[in-house]
């Protein structure tokens, strides 16, 4: 339903209000998602990124973690002294991370369902006779023998045990029949 007319009123500026101070703190409010969860889960909003590092343990500039050593001056052992690191205070940020470093790497790289199909039917039909494989009514691709050939390889490299099982049980199939 419509506002009745009159009811409306003019937008007045604000001078009373700090505009560099209320963009200043909209920008830190709309801060980039950290995408870790674990510095996300300890980050604390009050403190500086250099301080939330410190606190979790690690480094905000890896070449000050780190400093490379000067070649020219060469102090003695007695002059070299330990600084002390900062406090860490949130020690289990880094033992997480590490943690989730450690695990082994996901295998990204598998054949589709349809190519490890395709290549068991080809080979329990045809054996090693790649020119019947590619004269195959299910060779819909008409893949020629030499790419045939090639599938089966890659086959045999992604999968060994599968590969080496599925050949143990084709040579039995044969004593069976024979």
Known sequence: M?????????QKFGYNVNRKRLNRNARRKAAPRIECSHIRHAWDQTKSVRQNLAEM???????RAVPLLKRK???????????PKGLVRKPYVLNDLEAEAS??????????RDLIDYVRYMVENHGENYKAMARDEKNYYQDT???????????????PAEWQAFTDSLQKNKMEVE
């Open 2 to 10: 419509p506002k009745a007319k009159g009811k409306t009123r003019r």
């Open 57 to 63: 343990g690690l480094a905000m500039d890896p070449n």
């Open 73 to 83: 001056v060469k102090a003695m052992e007695v002059d070299v002294e330990e600084r």
């Open 103 to 112: 695990l082994p790497e996901k295998k990204g790289n598998t054949l589709s």
């Open 145 to 159: 023998p030499k790419q045939i050939r090639n599938k089966i390889n890659v086959y045999k490299r992604f999968y």
